[in-house]
């Protein structure tokens, strides 16, 4: 048996390389990044290839080994090419995502040292950082003392979590489902009607409260909404505030909200997964004022702190919620659990086994600083008023609200012929050239171009480049319509 067992170690020894042979694999990794990160500037932001990575279904799962070098290959081929590049300052579509480089080296060394960061007995010093990641965030937030939170995967999870939170904490059963009422407007990102579904709530009733012409919240009436659903029988329980929609970038009047919320005792979410993080700077403070009024909020670090995907907050006012709702024992865990000390994430989160999150965001902090992140921030919102005054220069342009964060809509409006299909076309075009990529929406019924700064490789040069594109393809196709 023991020969056995160490031809078995001998055999299983590809999982632990020694010294050279990570340095090998490691050494081509790097040269691999450095090259993406050096050309990323003259690359594409979206490319439409033939197979679109098909060819990945090649190189199947077996004894087969392969070199680095050709697994780098088929990787460059099929999976970095295709589609959209995230990292590229072109990407002005939807809610840009990030990638700073700080962030990619916390992930390799909490891959490496795999700390376990859910549970504090087993790791202490993972969960004092993830905790002291909580209440800075909180204290921007403007947040008290005992916040409770989560690093999650993402704003969705974020959100998912915090409904569940909010069903607990005001003490909904089965029986209540059906009345009980979500206050939220038609710009509520989709992830909340989801979150609410995969809650057991897709019975409950969803008020879309109209809007002004800013695509914010009207809280006069979201106040006689439930007042009139309170008469009916019903049951107020959650409102959905925006802090930066996705669609326009709409900050609803947050401490409007807050009041009416608190006079009715409704719980108070605030989805900030793209927004909320402006409060760093002056500009976003002043239009975020109310945020401190909410129970809960969301706000993705993979977004607005130009995080690689993979990071989303939630924090919750009081800690006793988050706890109610997802704290576990378990025989196989006495030793864990009766450990003293700080409060374990896996006691406030639907997950036990986590990757470490807290370093891709402790790390990048401590290295640069704050200052970095809201200049960063500054920069966007300086871009997409750039970005609004110039288009609107440009004869034949028309445009939404000016900005107040980071998103601009507009279209073009041309002299004969359909304005919907003329921009349905005119973002082909501009897709089709690949060097930006932009996105739509439908705005009452109305095609609109996009132009969300959020990447922190977007620049002055980028919006200019922008500019010239769209220009220069919106030329092309008058041309070709007046022929
Ligand atoms: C992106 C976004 C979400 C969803 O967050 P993910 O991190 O993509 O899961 C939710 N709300 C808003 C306002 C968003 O912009």
């Not at 299983?12 to 020694?18: F, G, K, R």
């Not at 909340?192 to 919240?217: Q, S, T, V, Y």
């Not at 605030?270 to 993080?277: K, V």
Request: with cysteine.
């Amino acid at each position: 048996m023991r020969d056995k067992i160490l031809e078995l170690e001998k055999k299983a020894s590809p999982l632990e390389p020694n010294v050279e042979q990570r340095k090998l694999v490691r050494d081509k990794v790097v040269a691999y990044t450095e090259r993406f990160i050096n050309e990323i500037e003259d690359e594409k932001a979206f490319n439409i290839t033939a197979d679109k990575g098909a060819g990945i279904y090649d190189f199947p799962f077996g004894e087969e080994q392969l070199d680095i070098d050709t697994v780098l290959e088929v990787f460059r081929e099929n999976v970095e090419k295709p589609g959209l590049n995230p990292a590229s300052g072109g990407h002005l579509a939807y809610i840009p995502g990030g990638g700073i480089y700080y962030s990619s080296l916390g992930d390799y060394i909490a891959a490496i040292t795999n700390r376990y960061a859910g549970v504090f007995y087993p790791s202490p010093g993972a969960v004092r950082m993830t905790n002291m990641l909580i209440k800075w965030m909180a204290n921007l937030i403007g947040y008290p003392e005992g916040t409770a939170g989560n690093l999650t995967s993402g704003g969705s999870i974020a959100n998912l979590t915090a409904i569940v939170t909010a069903r607990d904490a005001k003490g909904l059963k089965g029986v209540d489902y059906q009345k009980c009422v979500v206050y939220t407007t038609k710009q509520a990102h989709h992830c909340i009607d989801k979150a609410l579904n995969i809650a057991g709530l897709a019975e409950a009733i969803r008020r879309f409260i109209p809007m002004d012409e800013g695509h914010k919240m009207i809280p006069q009436e979201l106040d006689k909404q439930i007042i009139k659903d309170k008469e009916s029988g019903l049951i107020p329980w959650l409102i959905v505030a925006a802090a930066g929609t996705t669609d326009v970038g709409a900050v609803d009047p947050l401490e409007d909200i807050g009041k009416i919320s608190k006079d009715h005792g409704l719980w108070y979410h605030m989805d900030g997964a793209y927004g909320a993080f402006f409060v760093m700077t002056k500009k976003g403070k002043a239009l975020l004022k109310g945020m401190e009024l909410s129970d809960s909020i969301v706000m993705d670090p993979h977004k607005s702190l130009f995080l690689p995907y993979g990071l989303g907050v939630l924090l919750v006012k009081e800690e006793k919620h988050l706890q109610y709702s997802h704290r576990y024992s378990a025989n196989y865990l006495q030793d864990v659990i009766e450990a003293e000390g700080e409060l374990s994430p896996a006691n406030i989160s639907p997950e036990l086994t986590k990757h470490f999150r807290a370093l891709r965001l402790w790390l990048p902090l401590k290295l640069c600083g704050t200052a970095p992140f809201i200049a960063c921030l500054e920069e966007k919102l300086l871009l997409a008023k750039y970005f609004y005054d110039q288009i609107g220069k440009i004869p034949g342009f028309e445009r939404g609200k000016e900005p107040e964060l980071s998103v601009v809509t507009f279209r073009y409006v041309p002299k004969d012929g359909d304005a919907n299909s003329f921009n349905k076309k005119l973002l082909q075009e501009i897709l089709n050239d690949g060097r930006i990529f932009l996105s739509s929406t439908d705005l009452e019924g109305v095609f609109t171009l996009r132009l969300a700064v959020l990447a922190f490789r977007s620049h002055l040069r980028t919006i200019d480049e922008a500019l010239e594109i769209i220009v220069q393809k919106t030329d092309e196709l008058v041309r070709v319509n007046t022929q």
